[in-house]
């Protein structure tokens, strides 16, 4: 069965460094997706960045990156030069791959980051 | 607007009462999915639906919940007998055929279930 875990509640990072977000996942699927979302105090849903489980190289999208260690099952997040408006929660997600059962995708607790001034 | 439109944004409802969400996916999209939220937690994965299908519902109390995905309309969860315990938020999501290689999933803004 698919699980995906995020140890952290809670995380506080300074404006302007970088930070870290763990993800580990576990799944029987060769073929799958990790994603990750931000949802602001407003509660949107907002896509970041996407990891295939055949990619060979770590997705980056700006100041966000997701550090895949595929033999260790984790899909951190990193986040550089962090903004006030990054504060929020973050959701770490997995898709498995293209079987009769879909696209089925299943989030992780969330890590809620607090930037400071 | 072409995203994920759901409504009602907010829905108040007494214990016993019926909520009906409904969910209009992204032009384009076949996939439909549906989340709920509780305070300070994550999304609680509960149905996969493509048009007129049930693909997966897991996730779905095995009573007083219900979806659906017509051919033509939007998607619908509907909760019966509503309690106290079902207020939440309930995220849709759509995604292209299965045929895209991400599968990324655009949310909609979501309906915020309070039950009184």
């Known amino acids: 069965a698919q699980k995906i875990t995020q140890t952290q509640p809670g995380m506080f990072v300074q404006e302007k460094e970088a930070v870290t977000l763990d993800c580990t996942y576990d799944t029987s699927d060769p073929s799958y997706g990790l994603f990750w979302y931000k949802q602001p105090s407003s509660g949107e849903m907002i896509f970041l960045i996407y990891?295939?489980?055949?990619?060979?190289q770590n997705a980056t999208e700006g100041r966000y990156s997701l550090n895949f260690q595929k033999a260790r099952k984790s899909a951190n997040l990193v986040i550089s030069a962090s903004q006030l408006g990054d504060s929020a929660m973050y959701f770490c997600?997995?898709?498995?791959?293209?079987?009769?059962?879909?696209?089925?995708?299943?989030f992780g607790a969330g890590t809620r980051l607090f930037v400071k001034a | 607007n072409a995203g994920v439109m759901q409504n009602p944004r907010h829905l108040v409802r007494r214990r016993g009462q019926e909520a009906r969400l409904r969910c209009s996916p992204m032009k384009g999209h076949s996939h439909v999915y549906w989340y709920r939220q509780l305070p300070e937690e994550g999304l609680k994965f509960m149905v996969y639906?493509?048009?007129?299908?049930?693909?997966?519902e897991s996730g779905m109390p095995k009573e007083r919940f219900s979806a659906e995905f017509p051919k033509e309309g939007p998607s619908i969860l509907r909760i019966q007998q509503v309690v106290r315990g079902d207020s939440a938020a309930y995220f849709c999501?759509?995604?292209?055929?299965?045929?895209?290689?991400?599968?990324?999933?655009?949310f909609g803004e979501g309906s915020r279930l309070t039950v009184l």
């Open positions: 999501a759509s995604s292209r055929l299965a045929g895209d290689y991400t599968g990324e999933l655009f």
């Open positions: 639906l493509q048009k007129e299908n049930i693909i997966d």
């Open positions: 997600a997995m898709r498995e791959g293209r079987g009769t059962g879909g696209f089925k995708t299943i």
């Open positions: 990891q295939g489980s055949y990619d060979q």
